[in-house]
């Protein structure tokens, strides 16, 4: 359990001993003769056929409904549905951390909602429609037929405003219809329970208000429900999306639905604020029992009135954006039967990329392609290795390409020009710098675990997204974890990969890599005005170019954000010293000397291998300062402390 002030300790019960249990014989003699879970009365019945042979499995369940029962709750039991547990079954699977980093329900800031995409996607009208977007952003489709479905049904609205504005029209009159069937449901615990000297004239008062409501309530999402029935236009897309009872006919719920309204009519006609009796106690028991007994069509009912409120949500999301907003092209997971997937692989394929929820207050967004993987086009490398200065918007496009997948995969148009993708089965991110002071857990150990994560269950049809990888330790053990990291998921995971780094030499070990695209996030040096003035500023021009970043322009960012000019002018006089103290070490025979024959043949061997011939090898590049530091320094102290010298070679 997560709230915006951290995790939540969760109160807990002791059960009684173990001696105190019923036998397996006993719980499925007390479950039949309680009647618990007869709403799901076929299932419940074959469930439990098929654990007879496990008796402490039964006598588990038997203590359960027992402590249920000292707590006076098993009652709730009646009305439970036998529903089975299979979490990320047929979705994409997003953890909590991934939910935090990318700012799914609660934004960096303050915790609140705003910049979130819950709020950007949320123009529902009913509570129910917005429950169930949560649900929906939580557990995306990976089913590509079951994303189209939903897909054509926003690609309709957005054709036909008069059916939204239709929609919309009957939707304003609709209560919180899930929350009124729940209470209704919980009210038929027993009999007794209705009766009005137990009750209370407050609270039987509440329940006939709830049971009018959810009755008026249904009728005007029932007229909905029967008028798309009739639009052509939507009707078939429709039927794809939910499984709806029979709604007309002799049996069907419109006739069951108009007994209850005629009956709210002459016994409550003025339900919301009706003064109960004793006979009204006993006639409402009768009619809620009587309408609890079709509780699960109720419930598709309710549902498929969410569906239609949530997709209308995203249609009008499509129409009113500030950016342009396509349909998706989903393509089968990589582990399909297709023939073309299997041979090409997960791909990634965004033209005219956006952050649908970034822009300030008359922002302009700046839009950029994304290619990862192979199409039938051509073939695109599956790793994206990214540069560029601080501040330079590196973090903003890489959360925009893991939220175009999780709008893509909801069955929402996505913010950009052309959008194809293979469905992802996971996303994984590794964002931020935090520590967890209570837990114990350091900035880099929280980093290391997100990354652990990563490594353990990544596969090939997984989107992953790692940001400064290894800043939280040394510059030799960041950058080593970082290189290691990146390697292992390009050459063994070979999933989709975002990674974005300061670690400038990572560029030249994968120039030439076939999997890996290197580019950055533009910048420009502009000079102060006035005209004359031979100072510059750091301007971000947010547009992906190709390459990698020349420097992370850390001195200028330092200077915007308000260290005095004499610090940063400090900090270039001692940047400059150290990177002409680095560059005269390994010019110089003096220092050269510890640079064994030994170490300079293994050194050209590693130019060679990435493409850099030694003959050409520039001592005035910053990363070639790097590269040769990290690999003289680590040689040396290799050699240093090993016994055996050539064994290490």
Same mark, same amino acid.
């Given at each position: 359990?997560?709230?915006?002030? @951290?995790?939540?300790?969760?109160?807990?019960?002791?059960? $009684?001993?173990v001696n105190g249990f019923l036998d397996a014989g006993e719980v499925k003699n007390m479950i039949q003769s309680k009647k618990y879970f007869k709403g799901s009365k076929d299932l419940w019945d074959f469930l439990l056929d098929g654990v007879t042979h496990h008796e402490f499995t039964l006598c588990a369940l038997g203590g359960l409904i027992d402590h249920l029962s000292r707590l006076m709750m098993d009652d709730v039991l009646c009305n439970g549905e036998v529903l089975p547990y299979q979490v990320y079954k047929g979705c994409l699977r997003?953890? @909590?951390? %991934?939910?935090? *980093?990318?700012?799914?329900?609660? *934004? *960096?800031?303050?915790? !609140?909602?705003?910049?979130t995409l819950f709020k950007y996607l949320d123009n529902c009208i009913t509570p129910a429609g917005k429950r169930l977007l949560r649900s929906w952003i939580c557990h995306p489709l990976k089913d590509v037929e079951e994303i189209n479905n939903r897909l054509s049904v926003v690609e309709a609205l957005t054709l036909h405003a008069d059916i939204m504005l239709l929609v919309a029209q009957f939707l304003r009159k609709v209560p919180d219809l899930e929350r009124l069937l729940g209470r209704v449901k919980a009210a038929v615990q027993s009999q007794a329970t209705l009766v009005l000297p137990l009750v209370g004239k407050k609270a039987l008062k509440q329940r006939v208000k709830a049971f009018?409501? $959810?009755?008026? @309530?249904?009728r005007v999402g029932m007229d909905l429900l029967i008028l798309l029935k009739t639009e052509e236009r939507v009707n078939l897309l429709l039927s794809k999306i939910w499984n709806l009872p029979e709604l007309r006919g002799n049996n069907g719920l419109n006739e069951f639905l108009k007994q209850f309204e005629a009956a709210i009519d002459s016994d409550f006609p003025k339900y919301q604020d009706h003064d109960p009796t004793e006979t009204d106690a006993e006639t409402l028991s009768i009619l809620i029992e009587l309408f609890v007994e079709k509780a699960n069509q109720w419930s598709q009912v309710i549902f498929a009135i969410s569906c239609i409120d949530l997709l209308r949500s995203f249609a009008a999301i499509a129409i009113d954006s500030s950016g342009p907003m396509s349909r998706p092209c989903i393509l089968p997971q990589s582990t399909s039967s297709s023939t073309f997937q299997n041979e090409?692989?997960?791909?990634? /394929?965004?033209?005219?990329?956006?952050?649908?929820?970034?822009?300030? =207050?008359? !922002?302009?967004?700046?839009?950029?392609?994304?290619?990862? !993987? =192979?199409?039938?086009?051509?073939?695109?490398?599956?790793? $994206? $290795?990214? %540069?560029?200065?601080?501040?330079?918007? /590196?973090? %903003?496009?890489?959360r925009a390409a893991c939220l175009a997948v999780i709008m893509a995969q909801l069955g929402c148009y996505v913010p950009c020009e052309t959008c194809v993708l293979s469905a992802a089965d996971m996303i994984f991110t590794r964002l931020g710098a935090v520590d967890r002071i209570m837990s114990g857990e350091s900035t880099f150990y929280i980093e290391c675990a997100e990354t652990a994560s990563v490594l353990q269950n990544a596969t090939q049809d997984s989107l992953v997204l790692l940001d400064e990888l290894g800043r939280g330790t040394s510059t030799f053990d960041g950058y080593a974890i970082a290189y290691a990291v990146f390697r292992h998921l390009t050459e063994q995971v070979k999933c989709r990969l975002l990674f974005a780094t300061h670690y400038h030499p990572l560029t030249k070990e994968f120039a030439s890599h076939p999997h890996v695209s290197l580019q950055h996030m533009a910048c420009a040096m502009r000079p102060h005005s006035p005209p004359g003035n031979k100072e510059y500023e750091l301007v971000f021009l947010y547009r992906l170019a190709p390459g990698a970043c020349p420097e992370s322009y850390g001195l200028q960012v330092a200077l915007m954000a308000g260290i005095p000019k004499a610090v940063v002018e400090a900090a270039t006089a001692a940047a400059g010293a150290m990177k002409e103290m680095v560059? =005269? *070490?390994?010019?110089?025979?003096?220092?050269r000397s510890e640079f064994s024959t030994l170490h300079e043949e293994w050194l050209k061997a590693a130019l060679a291998f990435s493409s850099c011939p030694a003959s050409n090898f520039n001592y005035s590049d910053d990363d070639t300062y790097d590269t040769l530091f990290c690999l003289w320094h680590e040689l040396k102290n290799s050699f240093a402390k090993s016994s055996n010298p050539r064994k290490i070679l």
């Open positions: 359990k997560y709230s915006s002030s @951290g995790s939540v300790e969760v109160q807990t019960t002791p059960v $009684l001993s997003i953890d @909590g951390q %991934t939910l935090i *980093n990318l700012e799914v329900f609660h *934004n *960096n800031a303050d915790g !609140g909602s705003t910049g009018g409501s $959810l009755v008026k @309530g249904l090409r692989g997960p791909m990634l /394929k965004i033209k005219g990329l956006w952050h649908p929820f970034a822009l300030g =207050e008359g !922002g302009v967004p700046v839009p950029n392609d994304i290619a990862l !993987g =192979e199409d039938r086009d051509c073939q695109h490398a599956r790793t $994206l $290795l990214l %540069t560029g200065p601080n501040m330079g918007g /590196k973090s %903003t496009l890489l560059g =005269e *070490n390994f010019k110089s025979s003096e220092q």
